[in-house]
C-alpha cells in the first residue's frame, strides 16, 4: 500500500524567506506527483504536476524536484509571502489512467509580515 | 465557466438519517472522485468512476454508497451506517487522457450530525 509523508506538519516564518517542504512515498512505481494548495474550508487547487520520467517542474515561485528511485519530493518557494499561508498538499498516483491519488498530511504554512 | 460544483455548503445529519452530497463537473471529465478530510488528515478516497454506470469502491467505502447515472453528475448518499460521518467531503474530476493530467477540486461539503 502506499504511503505519502510529509515534513514538517507545520511551519511559520517571516516574509521573504526561501521555504523547502518534503513529501516521501514508500511505492516507487508512481506515474506522477503532485502539490496542490488549500485554503482552510476551500477545495485543492493543483500547484505542480511532476511526471515519473521528469526531474522537476517549475512555476512561478514555485519549484518541485522529484527523486523516484529514493521515494522523495520536494516544492521550494522562494521569496515566500503571506499570501503563501495555506496547506500545501502532496499526493502520488499509482496505476495507468485511473488516476487514483494518494495523500499524504500536508504541510501548513504561515508565512507572517 | 467550468468547473465543479458542490452542493450544499454544509450540511447537518441527524441520527439514522440518510443525506446525499451533489457533485456536478461541466468539463467533460470521464472520471469523479469523492474524498473525505478529517481534521489534520490527508485525503481518503471513497468512490470513483471512470464511467457511466460504473464505479469502483476506494478505501473508506463503507457506510457510503454513490451512483453515476450522467457523465456529468456523481452524488454521495451518506448512509445511517456510516457512524462518524462529521468530515469535509470533496468531490473531483479528470480526464484520462493520460498521466499528466490533474485532477480538479470542487469547493466541498462540511457535514456535520446533529
Given amino acids: 500500500k502506499q504511503e505519502v509523508t510529509q515534513i514538517p506538519a ?57 527523486d523516484k528511485s529514493s521515494g522523495r519530493s520536494t516544492l521550494y518557494i522562494a521569496a515566500s509571502q503571506p499570501g503563501d499561508s495555506a496547506t500545501y498538499l502532496c499526493a502520488v498516483t499509482r496505476g495507468s489512467t485511473l488516476g487514483r491519488l494518494y495523500f499524504g498530511r500536508g504541510t501548513q504554512l504561515t508565512v507572517w509580515p | 465557466d467550468g468547473g465543479i460544483t458542490q452542493s450544499p455548503k454544509y450540511l447537518f445529519r441527524k441520527e439514522g438519517q440518510n443525506v446525499t452530497l451533489s457533485c456536478e463537473q461541466n468539463l467533460n471529465h470521464d472520471a469523479m472522485y469523492w474524498y473525505r478530510q478529517d481534521p489534520g ?50 468531490c473531483a474530476s479528470r480526464r484520462l487522457a493520460g498521466v499528466a493530467e490533474t485532477q480538479y477540486f470542487g469547493p466541498g461539503t462540511r457535514l456535520l450530525v446533529l
Fill in chain 2, 41 to 90: 488528515q490527508g485525503l481518503r478516497l471513497i468512490y470513483y468512476s471512470q464511467i457511466v454506470n460504473d464505479f469502483q469502491k476506494g478505501d473508506i467505502a463503507e457506510g457510503y454508497s454513490v451512483s453515476r447515472e450522467k457523465k456529468e453528475s456523481f452524488p454521495l448518499t451518506v448512509t445511517s451506517a456510516q457512524k462518524n460521518p462529521t468530515a469535509f467531503y470533496l
Fill in chain 1, 10 to 66: 507545520a511551519l511559520s516564518v517571516p516574509e521573504g524567506e526561501n521555504l523547502v517542504l518534503n513529501c516521501s512515498f514508500t511505492d516507487s512505481a508512481i506515474y506522477n506527483l503532485q502539490w496542490f494548495r488549500q485554503d482552510p474550508g476551500k477545495g485543492l487547487t493543483s500547484l505542480l504536476l511532476i511526471q515519473s520520467s521528469q526531474r522537476e517542474q517549475t512555476s512561478g515561485r514555485l519549484n518541485a524536484s522529484l
